[in-house]
């Protein structure tokens, strides 16, 4: 079964240096989601989606951004890193926005800040 | 706000024994609950749901039942192998929430050893 696709896996970048990660859903799956996991963190909630439109916020910084597109892919797009946002970051995806629908989660993009 | 409290980890099992987690939950609407298990380097895959309450969520050997009385979603195994060492998330999902994000409890490294 298709799964949802992240890219790409490792991310080697410098600080204040700008990141994008891709994320591709399940296909049917109109909602995404980005979750932030530190070195021994639970995932934090970043950002969602669906239908195109940000559905919910959590706890992403203003030097981030994201944006869902027509063909649902999600990118995720960091400016002015900082070493502290060395991390995984997952993107998962939901048949739809309903408590009973669970998240599929990606591989996760390994973004390591130098 | 909602919260998820499990166990701390790691928790270290001979092959063949019984395993439990504790989740314990705080949420003000009614949630659904789930497990999602991390195996090293991989992303989250969801092992088992709940979505209501007495509603008992069962996959590859492990049950969690979904105790609204007590708030709580403990997962279970009766028999553990060593392929079951991995991270284990408890998540719920508040249905009045949009976008249907999950809240994570901090993860419980289990370590089964032959």
């Known amino acids: 079964a298709a799964g949802v696709i992240q890219s790409p896996r490792h991310l080697i970048k410098e600080k204040r240096e700008t990141a994008t990660l891709k994320c591709y859903p399940i296909?049917?799956?109109?909602?995404v989601y980005w979750y932030q996991q530190g070195p021994g963190q639970d995932p934090q909630f970043l950002i969602s989606?669906?239908?195109?439109?940000?559905?919910d916020k959590g706890s992403i910084p203003d030097r981030f951004s994201a944006q869902q597109f027509s063909d649902y892919h999600s990118e995720l797009n960091m400016s002015s890193l900082e070493l502290g946002d060395s991390a995984l970051y997952f993107c998962?995806?939901?048949?739809?926005?309903?408590?009973?629908?669970?998240?599929?989660f990606g591989n996760g993009t390994r973004l390591t800040v130098t | 706000g909602d919260s998820v409290t499990q166990m701390e980890g790691p928790v270290t099992l001979s092959e063949e024994a019984f395993l439990t987690i504790n989740c314990t939950y705080t949420?003000?609407?009614?949630?659904?609950l789930f497990w999602y298990v991390q195996y090293p380097g991989e992303g989250l895959q969801l092992l088992l749901k709940?979505?209501?309450?007495?509603d008992k969520g069962s996959n590859k050997g492990f049950e969690a039942t979904y105790r609204k009385e007590t708030t709580s979603f403990h997962l279970e195994k009766g028999s553990v192998q060593v392929s079951d060492s991995a991270v284990y998330f408890c998540?719920?999902?508040?249905?009045?929430?949009?976008?249907?994000?999950?809240?994570f409890g901090g993860g419980t490294r289990v370590l089964v050893k032959p």
């Open positions: 949420a003000t609407g009614y949630p659904s």
């Open positions: 989606f669906y239908e195109k439109m940000q559905s």
């Open positions: 998962a995806s939901s048949l739809d926005v309903s408590g009973n629908s669970p998240l599929h």
């Open positions: 296909p049917r799956h109109d909602t």
């Open positions: 998540a719920l999902s508040d249905r009045k929430a949009a976008g249907n994000k999950l809240t």
């Open positions: 709940a979505t209501k309450a007495d």
